[in-house]
């Protein structure tokens, strides 16, 4: 019902920055809140940040101030800025929107991965 294409991820320093993008198509109207989430090798797949229909966000305390996450209803894409990048925030970084109601969905995009040397 949504599919979802990560792109944006790759190899950077320490205190870099990197801008992953989430595009969106299917039913877009229906989506009620997207988020991105990370997985690091041996560990759980965590949430990075989220945002509402309504706009509202919530971050990990992790990526707290270093991250922000937006989006573009226009081209059904949600971004993340990732600033000041750390070791630890190297994952493979996933969008996940969902619908609930009649239009219920889950849907998952590839993957892109994230990568930061110290």
């Known amino acids: 019902q949504v599919q979802l294409v990560e792109s944006g991820g790759g190899l950077v320093q320490a205190g870099g920055s990197l801008r992953l993008s989430c595009a969106a198509s299917g039913i877009v109207s229906r989506i009620s809140t997207t988020g991105w989430y990370r997985q690091a090798p041996g560990k759980q797949r965590e949430l990075v940040a989220g945002i509402t229909s309504g706009g509202s966000t919530n971050y990990a305390d992790s990526v707290n101030g270093r991250f922000t996450i937006s989006r573009d209803n226009a081209r059904a894409t949600v971004y993340l800025q990732m600033n000041s990048l750390k070791p630890e925030d190297t994952a493979v970084y996933y969008c996940?929107?969902?619908?609930?109601?009649?239009?219920?969905?889950?849907?998952w995009g590839q993957g892109t991965q994230v990568t930061v040397s110290s």
């Open positions: 996940n929107a969902r619908g609930y109601g009649v239009t219920k969905f889950d849907s």
